[in-house]
């Protein structure tokens, strides 16, 4: 359940489904057990290896099954809290509007965009709740809830994915790589490659296929950092109404920028980029030119999912390239 809604209640919700938790944790378990081995051994440090991540896959298995999951159903009021661990039982809890004093809206420490709603009570207790999952209407959202609860002086917080904001901006402005850093990191590259050759020289052992392999496998890594290296600074997204500015470098560290109109979008879809589906979704566009442009790293796929609709309005898209 999201904070987008089919009446004036406002739904959150953190924690997994089950199935999800169910991979994470096979996932997890599959890793530990192939340690399994070292505890057969009579060579000590691997018996000991064995056991500690066994012990540590047996904890995270315990930490991922055993986390809650929380809704939070904010309405004119008052605030209804459930709490569910897997197999267990859900707990309620009901906070009515004359108890609330206070809301503040603090950010995220990993996450520029992601925004929680923290109340304080008369009682003195402070209450967080499940993140907004549409960041692109919180101060909307925000403005509301302190009008329903009467909460005076409640400061909006700085969102640079704003709907009311005339530039939305995701990631952060692109800058070249010095020179310096460039060549030390080609330097390092090849000082890897070379390691194992020289130390078998060094031992007085003639060296084998693999170190020789190694020494030009080094040199072409330090072409392609020394190269390509500016190219993994990323993307900046300027996000308009009518058009999009990509700002991104040229291998050389020279600025590159691309806009991007409603009329040149063949489709726009929500992906998933790295392990997990809570962190690491961004919005990916496909031009009928068959360029294909990825945006920063947002967030779960709600909140990707709410960028990619404002994405859709601001650029006029059809509902036929839309797949969010």
């Not at 009008?147 to 692109?174: H, I, K, T, Y």
């Not at 050759?197 to 072409?223: E, K, N, S, T």
Request: hydrophobic share 45%; net charge positive; charged share 25%.
């Amino acid at each position: 359940m999201d904070d987008a809604t089919t009446s004036n209640d406002i739904r959150l919700r953190e924690g997994s489904s089950i199935a999800q938790r169910l991979v994470v944790a096979g996932s997890a378990a599959a890793v530990a057990l192939c340690f399994t081995p070292g505890l057969f051994t009579h060579d000590v440090v691997e018996v000991i290896v064995s056991v500690v991540a066994l012990l540590a896959g047996a904890a995270f298995v315990c930490a991922v099954m055993l986390a809650p999951a929380v809704v939070w159903i904010i309405t004119p009021d008052e605030i209804l809290i459930g709490r569910q661990r897997p197999f267990g039982k859900l707990q309620t809890r009901v906070v009515a509007k004359d108890e609330i004093t206070a809301l503040r809206v603090p950010g995220s420490k990993t996450a520029k965009a992601r925004f929680q709603l923290a109340f304080t009570l008369a009682s003195g207790e402070r209450l967080t709740s499940p993140p907004l999952s549409d960041i692109t209407h919180v101060h909307d959202t925000v403005t509301r809830i302190a009008a329903q609860f009467d909460v005076p002086d409640v400061e909006a917080p700085v969102n640079p994915l704003d709907a009311s904001n005339p530039e939305m901006r995701l990631g952060d402005p692109v800058e070249p790589f010095s020179q310096r850093d460039i060549r030390i990191a080609a330097l390092i590259a090849v000082a890897l490659s070379a390691a194992p050759y020289a130390f078998r020289l060094w031992r007085g052992l003639p060296p084998q296929w693999i170190d020789y392999m190694l020494l030009p496998l080094g040199v072409i890594a330090a072409f392609g950092i020394y190269r390509f290296a500016n190219r993994a600074a990323g993307a900046f997204w300027i996000i308009r109404e009518g058009d999009i500015r990509v700002e991104r470098l040229w291998g050389n560290g020279q600025p590159r920028t691309d806009h991007i109109e409603g009329r040149e979008v063949k489709a726009i879809a929500v992906e998933r980029r790295g392990r997990s589906e809570d962190e690491h979704c961004i919005v990916t566009i496909r031009l009928q030119s068959g360029r294909r442009f990825r945006s920063p790293r947002i967030g779960s796929r709600n909140e990707a999912r709410a960028v990619g609709v404002e994405i859709v309005r601001r650029l006029g898209i059809g509902a036929e390239a839309c797949q969010i």
